[in-house]
């Protein structure tokens, strides 16, 4: 199986911060990763597809760029709505595993 | 707009069979690939496998031999079978949509777009 690991594990971030989201494949997926968010209690939604095709309807602050084993999700300014968990996921090779999590908080 | 909807047992007894449901409105069946994915108590998800109309199935090699994944055009669903359930079947378990025969290409097969609001199921006797 591929793995995912994402980092920072959690992060104490601001409103208005620049936040970015690492995540490494243990092998080579070109660009098959997306990134989903998901707030307590619900269903995660996916932000970005692609490593880098920002999902209709999603907010311009999301971005996510890389290839190969190494990705980043970005937000450019958060907003209070974006204290949330997200996960990175592979698409390239069955099983399709996600990342731990990065759970953003509010410092 | 595309809406799924998980339905089946919230509690089910250990050495079970654990069954679930997802209804699919707004959109055809016949285009994607139909995943499911489950989340245990505080912890990652994990992909269990996918389903198409065609018949053809994609399950995770960890759950295989307990799984079973189907999908009917006529009703417009997709169910999950698993077998033999443990307590570390406890888990939130989404329904999702992955991606077409025109998108898988770009995206990949695991990728969904799509979820179902999820439903709790409990291994407990």
């Known amino acids: 199986d591929i793995q995912m690991t994402q980092s920072p594990s959690s992060l104490s971030t601001s409103v208005g911060d620049r936040v970015t989201v690492s995540c490494r494949a243990s092998?080579?997926?070109?660009?098959?990763l997306s990134w989903y968010q998901q707030r307590p209690g619900k269903a995660p939604v996916r932000l970005i597809y692609?490593?880098?095709s920002l999902q209709s309807g999603v907010p311009s602050r999301f971005s996510g760029s890389g290839s190969g084993t190494d990705f980043t999700l970005t937000i450019s300014s958060l907003q209070p709505e974006d204290f949330a968990t997200y996960y990175c996921?592979?698409?390239?090779?069955?099983?399709?595993?996600f990342g731990q999590g990065t759970k953003l908080e509010i410092k | 707009q595309v809406q799924l909807q998980e339905s089946g047992p919230g509690l089910v007894k250990p050495s079970e069979t654990l069954s679930l449901t997802c209804t699919v409105s707004?959109?055809?069946?016949?285009?994607?690939?139909w995943t499911w994915i489950r989340q245990s108590p505080g912890k990652g998800l994990e992909w269990i496998g996918y389903?198409?109309?065609?018949?053809?199935?994609n399950y995770n090699p960890s759950l295989k031999s307990r799984l079973t994944i189907s999908v009917d055009k006529s009703k417009n669903q997709f169910s999950l079978k698993l077998t033999s359930v443990t307590a570390a079947d406890t888990a939130v378990y989404y329904c999702?949509?992955?991606?077409?025969?025109?998108?898988?290409?770009?995206?990949?097969?695991?990728?969904?777009?799509?979820w179902g609001k999820g439903t709790t199921v409990t291994v407990s006797s």
């Open positions: 999702a949509r992955g991606c077409s025969t025109d998108t898988c290409y770009e995206v990949g097969p695991g990728s969904v777009d799509v």
């Open positions: 707004g959109g055809s069946i016949s285009s994607n690939y």
């Open positions: 389903g198409f109309h065609s018949g053809s199935t």
């Open positions: 092998q080579n997926i070109g660009t098959y």
């Open positions: 692609g490593a880098s």
């Open positions: 996921q592979q698409s390239y090779s069955s099983p399709y595993t």
